[in-house]
């Protein structure tokens, strides 16, 4: 009887001492795993990175700068311009003589570029201006959600237009302009989260500490809101993206040499009719890819973050 | 509720005057003055030309001057480019080219989204409602500055159906190409809003309750089901009219029918800053009101809104 117990207590131990703890899982991990359950948003991620590889490596894979002109297809284009390994251009020239694969790779880094920059700037100004808001509350957060609400229904292209005609058409003046019409959405959202989170105990427990409300702003809601934040910033690039390719299409955008998606297309728009198809087709190919790419990863991690809905 | 309405277009007020601040102030950051050119004139004659204009002023009489003659009559003053023209000979010749093909875009995105959602709704899994997602979806990525240039490749140099620009008048193969363009992308957005509003709706208690009744589905549909439906479609309708505003500068650019956004951008070149600002009041005004109207409109209709 008492070896019996002993077996079973050995027994028992040896099981207790083989098997691993049970972790916990944070909400980034079940965040993760139903990402990749998702698979139009997994494989939007694996086709954009690859797009981004290729805009930051390809230049030097390619033949051509993105600003050379070939002399000898100069004006030529329709005839033998069109896309071919041998000479180079693997996406064909433009009415120009340049070569579009570069083109469309420089294009793609500055489209990319501006919905990653805007969405930061905007991201950043809506998370303070959100967190400061919701968390004073009062007549402090009355003016700050006043102010925005007065903004939000200012139509904002008109006032990008009137900036950059003023400002001059610069791509450091496009980024921070792009990124200041983005912010009150997201100023809106994290307010409201703000305002249930600052009852909550964890918050009550900092203040019986004595921390001071700034650090509790950006150490214990800002964190907070991450979740949030990330599904926003997702959700904003595409249309930011969208943005700078209307503006650059009109031609108030990016400038010569430089190119972007709206530019290439509105180039590629305006050749069409000289039969060279190839000059529009590589950029709108890489827009609507992108531009899905982009949807599709965002409403994937909506769904995954938000797990709600 | 006259007390909500009143109290309603009154908060558009600061609005409208921050608008036109803004436009004012980044007016003047601009650098030179707009006699500055090639040729100066001499200072005596600079500084009379200054004092013509009230450009000798400090800047916020300058802006008081400039706000006060807007509001009280309706005067945008001179253009800086276009000489002997004020901003509202501009206006009045460009406003209204863009607001019929405004106006009809509006209506197409709305007659067609709206019962193409319901359908697709209705007839839930079936390839109608496959068909009205893909093209939302196709939409989306679609906006109106690739849609315009598409359809004149389609259907000025390949078919040869329709003119590829111009207003003449406001006829009718003119106007076509620029509805179809502005329209199509909200169209898409209305349809997939109305679609999953109405689904929600279908499969809810009362509607549940309706046909157990007995009542016909057409009853059941235009009665019970359509007024919840438009809720969530009516409170897409103010930035719907924004994105019109927004992309009559890409159609007036492309389809060149001279309305007032192609004034816009070729402002936007020329830094005509005076007429740039006008614009920019006169339609940012309208957007304001215009989202007011459907603010209300919202209030009236929807049962769980107080007034």
């Known amino acids: 009887m008492i070896a019996l117990n002993k077996q079973k207590r050995e027994k028992t131990v040896e ?21 990749r359950k998702n698979k139009a948003a997994f494989v939007s991620v694996i086709i954009l990175a690859l797009m981004a590889l290729l805009a930051v490596f390809g230049p030097y894979i ?51 570029m501006v919905g990653l920059i805007g969405a930061v700037v905007a991201v950043s100004i809506g998370l303070f201006w959100g967190a400061i808001a919701g968390y004073a509350g009062g007549r402090v957060d009355n003016i700050m959600m006043r102010i925005v609400d007065i903004l939000m229904s200012i139509p904002s292209m008109f006032v990008i237009i009137i900036a950059l005609a003023v400002l001059g058409k610069s791509i450091i003046v496009l980024f921070i302009v792009i ?18 989170i600052k009852n909550k105990e964890y918050i009550e427990a900092a203040k019986s500490l004595g921390v001071s409300d700034q650090t509790i702003i950006t150490r214990h809601v800002i964190p907070n809101l991450m979740g949030i934040t990330v599904i926003y910033t997702s959700i904003m ?38 039969g060279v198809p190839w000059q529009l087709g590589f950029p709108l190919a890489f827009f609507v890819v992108g531009l899905y790419c982009l949807i599709f990863i965002g409403d994937g991690l909506r769904d995954a973050l938000d797990p709600k809905d | 509720m006259f007390l909500f309405i009143v109290k309603r277009f009154a908060s558009t007020i600061p609005t409208i005057l921050i608008l036109m601040i803004i436009s004012f102030v980044l007016m003047r950051l601009a650098p030179g003055s707009p006699f500055s050119g090639e040729k100066m004139p001499p200072p005596e004659v600079l500084a009379n030309l200054e004092a013509k204009y009230g450009l000798d002023q400090p800047w916020f009489i300058q802006m ?121 992308s909200y169209m898409a957005i209305i349809a997939r809003l109305t679609r999953g509003s109405m689904l929600e709706v279908l499969n809810s208690n009362f509607i549940r309750t309706a046909k157990a009744k007995g009542l016909s589905s057409t009853t059941v549909i235009f009665r019970h089901a359509l007024r919840p439906t438009l809720l969530p479609v009516l409170s897409y309708l103010g930035p719907a009219f924004v994105g019109m505003v927004t992309g009559s500068l890409v159609i007036d650019s492309i389809f060149v029918t001279g309305g007032i956004g192609q004034f816009f951008i070729q402002a936007a070149f020329s830094r005509d800053y005076s007429l740039l600002m006008g614009i920019t009041i006169l339609l940012g005004a309208v957007t304001v009101l215009f989202s007011t109207i459907v603010d209300i409109l919202y209030a009236v209709l929807d049962p769980k809104i107080k007034l």
């Open chain 1, 62 to 112: 390619s033949v051509w700068s993105y600003e050379e002109i070939d002399w000898g297809l100069i004006g030529d284009a329709k005839a033998n311009g069109q896309p071919s390994i041998e000479n180079g251009h693997y996406f064909g020239v433009d009415n120009l003589g340049r070569d579009l694969f570069a083109r469309t790779l420089q294009g793609t880094q500055i489209s990319l």
């Open chain 1, 179 to 196: 990124g200041a019409i983005g912010w009150m959405d997201m100023a809106r959202i994290v307010r409201g989260q703000t305002l249930a």
């Open chain 2, 64 to 184: 008081w001057r400039y706000i006060t003659k807007i509001i009280f009559h309706f005067d945008f003053g001179p253009s800086f480019v276009y000489k002997d023209i004020s901003v509202n000979d501009i206006i009045d010749q460009g406003l209204p080219i863009t607001f019929i093909y405004g106006s009809w875009s509006f209506l197409v995105a709305n007659l067609v989204g709206i019962p193409l959602g319901m359908i697709a709704a209705i007839r839930h899994n079936t390839w109608i409602d496959y068909m009205a997602i893909g093209v939302s979806i196709g939409a989306a990525v679609l906006p109106n500055f690739i849609m315009a240039p598409i359809l004149i490749i389609i259907f000025t140099l390949w078919l040869d159906w329709l003119p590829g620009g111009g207003w003449n008048n406001g006829a009718w193969p003119n106007v076509i190409m620029p509805v179809i363009a502005l329209s199509t």
């Open chain 1, 15 to 35: 099981i207790l001492s083989n098997v691993d703890l049970v972790k916990g899982r944070s909400l980034w991990q079940d965040a993760a795993v139903r990402f």
């Open chain 1, 237 to 274: 690039v595409p249309s930011l993206i969208l943005t700078e390719s209307f503006i650059s299409f009109l031609g108030l955008g990016i400038q010569e040499p430089l190119t972007s998606w709206g530019a290439l297309i509105n180039e590629g728009a305006g050749q069409m009719q000289y």
